[in-house]
């Protein structure tokens, strides 16, 4: 019909960060590839807005009105809906070779007020990364958002000179809070959400928080603190992570209905991202760097790689 629509749940019909946010790879590689620079324009365009628009507390709400071109309620994640539209400022750069420098600043400012606003430390020592709704913080990280171990990581060289081994070490803590999320289960595979309040530290405490359903976000963020820091805890709690134990079925791998039961419940369910991210990643914690490197390689959200675009690819380009 040529009518575009959002999900009627989405803040009043809004779009979410999300889902326009993360098309800068793909639309530049597409302009690469095509020679047709019409593809990068229409993302280039969408963060101009973003980066106009009034950000509360310097943070990005979750939803965003198409027609008003405003921000819809005030619900900041970096986990599911936000997660990566954050990652793809980092990633733009880096597959731009380090010429974005728009790209740059809006995640090297994001982070900033992700730090003051989000993380916080539990009183068991943790770092985790809660949720923001209206400026009251929910204590709550989801698996999805423990993608960002990974992500402060892959971004500490960019950071300015005095931050770059504080990004390492954010990434570092945030893999440590994920690999608890794991080891406090009896399967040793991490819940769909877990909490930091009423006493629990890392572990989910409602029923429909408690699945696993063969998410990659804490293999990736293994994957990069292995590959930045090459300390073998990482390899260790990636063999930790019981898959082929409890996931393992006759017709591949299923999801887990509750991983803090003894008994497992499959979901009978292998989603597309297993193959794509989750074994990727795993395989690449268990190769040697040279196997796609980063400074040839960038991995787009659900881990294809694409490649870092030269400098002189880039001047050819323009």
Known sequence: SGIGRNWPWASGGSSILAEFGTLHLEFIHLSHLSGNPVFAEKVMNIRKVLNRLDKPEGLYPNYLNPSSGQWGQHHVSIGGLGDSFYEYLLKAWLMSDKTDEEGK??????????????????????????????????????????????????????????KTGHHIELGAEIARTCHESYDRTSMK????????????EAIATRQNEKYYILRPEVIETYMYMWRLTHDPKYR?????????????VDGG???????????????????????????KYLYLLFSEDDLLPFEHWVFNTEAHPFPVLQKEDGNKEE
């Open 189 to 200: 595979l991490g819940p769909e959400a877990f909490r930091f309040d009423g006493g629990v």
């Open 253 to 279: 791998y299923s999801g887990i209905r509750d991983v803090y039961n003894n008994h497992e419940s499959h979901d009978d369910v292998q989603q597309s991202f297993f193959l794509s991210e989750t074994l």
């Open 105 to 162: 600043k809006m995640y090297y400012d994001a982070v900033q007020a992700i730090e003051t606003h989000l993380i916080r430390k539990s009183s068991g020592g943790l770092t985790y990364i809660a949720e923001w709704k209206g400026g009251l913080l929910e204590h709550k990280m989801g698996h999805l958002t423990c993608f960002a171990g990974g992500m402060f990581a892959l971004g500490a060289d960019g950071a300015p000179s005095d």
């Open 236 to 248: 260790q709690w990636g063999w930790e992570a019981a898959l082929e134990k409890h996931c393992r």
